[in-house]
């Protein structure tokens, strides 16, 4: 009973460390220009000031989970593809923290990420776009 034990044991281990390896290459697997930092500048229906004033920000350098914060708390984004100039992401949900003030921004960034398909990013600006049409802009956190 005890060498049945220890062979799922032996069995065990290693799909657990080879579970482990693929989640952290699937985490590292952006092109080095993206993973940064990135300040949300311009989406549909929010002025430059409000997001500025709530920190809104892509934050693409996580290994841990990459994540997105809109004013209120950190949520994660998961990019389920990125080829080329081609991107698509995932949001999760974050049960942890409820904002009123910032809950309206939140949905509107969480609807437009989803939309997202293509990525453009000129010196230490990016561009998300859905087709041709640009959903989102950001610049660089450690650009002055």
């Known amino acids: 009973m005890k060498l049945i034990k220890s062979k ?3 069995f065990l281990i290693p799909l657990f460390m080879l579970l482990n390896c693929k989640a952290l290459i699937s985490k590292q697997n952006l092109p ?5 930092q990135w300040m949300l500048t311009s989406i549909t229906g929010f002025t430059k ?3 500025m004033k709530n920190k809104a920000q892509l934050d693409l350098t996580q290994y841990s989970g990459r994540k997105a914060n809109l004013g209120c708390g950190d949520f994660l984004v998961e990019v389920l593809q990125v080829n080329a100039d081609k991107i698509k992401f995932k949001t999760k949900e974050n ?6 003030d910032s809950d309206v921004l939140e949905y509107v960034f969480r609807n437009e990420l989803g939309t997202v398909n293509r990525y ?3 010196g230490h600006f990016l561009k998300l776009y859905q087709n041709d049409k640009i959903v989102m802009e950001f610049v660089a956190a450690d650009w002055d």
């Open 8 to 10: 799922y044991f032996l």
């Open 120 to 122: 453009k990013i000129e």
């Open 49 to 51: 000031e409000k997001l």
């Open 32 to 36: 080095i220009e993206l993973e940064r």
């Open 95 to 100: 049960s942890s923290k409820k904002c009123i």
